[in-house]
């Protein structure tokens, strides 16, 4: 048995049964195997067979309709879901019943928790934004923007949170208040955000096409930049230094644009991504 496609490491001799069990094999690897048969007369080799050891997820919970969004702590243990039966999830990674839930007025299409598991942001179709403890299902605090929630992003240390809504607003927080530190009007969708892990940057995209990267102490955007197309998906480095977006372009295809911090020049960009990727 072995990963190579010609096995010659032994893993048991003198077995007169039809079946054997082996343990400690990895989770979604493939093993090539084969048997030497032996009596008086002579052995016989057989064929080289394989097999895939399928991952087995630890559990699983079925919500009320498709799940929408879901996201992970830092340390990997706790998880929070939203899903188009209106509910927030927060779960630890050790039981598959929730710790708590929280039904929206409509489908929860983002959300995010900070680093240590402390702070929940959900955004929602009903145009609000929620922010929670991990303690409660209550929330902190929500706001109603004007349009639906469709993305949102909070800092490692959970004191900051960012959101982008259909009604054409970026909105930055701290967790202590409800009312925005400040706010963008971008005159179309905002379809993605993402912040750095010390809450210094932020970086917004929009249906119109442009990309908006925003340092936390002011509304006016450090630079702006026009894509081809609206963008679909931006993300920001932990340490902010480095800013990706993907954009849906029908006419020229799916793109992707890399940029540093410090200018709205692409480092590069690569317009040969295979369709529906980004």
Do not use: C, Q
């Not at 019943?97 to 900070?114: C, E, H, K, Q, R």
Request: aromatic fraction near 14%.
């Amino acid at each position: 048995l072995s990963t190579n496609s010609n096995p010659t490491t032994l893993v048991a001799n003198d077995i007169s049964g039809f079946s054997y069990t082996h343990s400690d094999l990895l989770m979604n690897t493939k093993y090539y195997w084969k048997v030497v048969a032996t009596d008086p007369s002579g052995s016989n080799t057989s064929s080289i067979m394989n097999f895939t050891v399928k991952t087995v997820p630890e559990w699983s919970y079925s919500t009320g309709n498709d799940v929408l969004a879901v996201a992970f702590s830092s340390d990997g243990e706790y998880m929070v879901v939203g899903s188009k039966d209106n509910k927030v999830y927060l779960f630890s990674k050790d039981s598959s019943t929730p710790l708590w839930s929280y039904t929206t007025g409509n489908d929860v299409y983002s959300v995010a928790i900070s680093g240590d598991g402390e702070y929940i942001v959900a955004g929602s179709d009903d145009d609000y934004v929620y922010l929670y403890n991990r303690n409660s299902s209550s929330p902190i605090w929500k706001y109603d923007t004007s349009g639906n929630v469709n993305s949102v992003d909070i800092s490692a240390d959970g004191n900051y949170l960012v959101a982008g809504s259909k009604d054409d607003v970026v909105y930055f927080f701290s967790k202590g208040s409800s009312t925005p530190l400040w706010s963008y009007e971008t005159n179309s969708d905002v379809i993605s955000v993402s912040i750095s892990a010390d809450a210094k940057y932020i970086v917004a995209g929009s249906r119109n096409g442009k990309v908006y990267f925003f340092g936390k102490e002011s509304s006016t955007p450090l630079w702006t930049y026009t894509t081809s197309d609206y963008v679909h998906s931006v993300a920001i480095s932990a340490d902010g230094e480095y800013v990706i977006v993907g954009t849906d372009d029908d006419m020229n295809g799916d793109v992707v644009y890399f940029f540093d911090k410090d200018s709205s020049t692409p480092l590069w960009i690569n317009d040969d991504v295979p369709e529906d990727m980004v």
